[in-house]
């Protein structure tokens, strides 16, 4: 089972908030699609960043950098990407990233 941050909501508005504009904007914009996609979705705080988990799975999870946001699926490896949507610059065996900048 995983352990839930009981802060997390209020880490990750906090986090978001620190962020440069461009940075903050696609952070904002991410959290926003993630909560649409699934009503059952739950935030927590792992890393230092913002993760978001289902069924007590986690699925996703987003971290800014200097140039851009990355948006990263726990299990993107099960994902099809026939748009090439995926960042080829990982070498972990499951998860999958998208850039946006």
Request: charged share 20%.
């Amino acid at each position: 089972m995983v352990k839930i941050n009981p802060n997390a909501n209020n880490f990750i508005d906090q986090y978001i908030e620190n962020l440069p504009s461009f940075s903050n904007e696609i952070c904002s914009t991410l959290r926003t699609i993630i909560h649409k996609t699934d009503v059952t979705i739950i935030e927590d705080w792992k890393w230092s960043r913002p993760i978001f988990i289902i069924k007590n799975k986690m699925v996703c999870g987003f971290s800014s950098h200097k140039n851009h946001v990355s948006l990263t699926f726990f299990n993107g490896a099960l994902i099809s990407d026939k748009h090439h949507l995926f960042s080829d610059d990982c070498s972990a065996q499951n998860t999958r990233t998208i850039k946006f900048s």
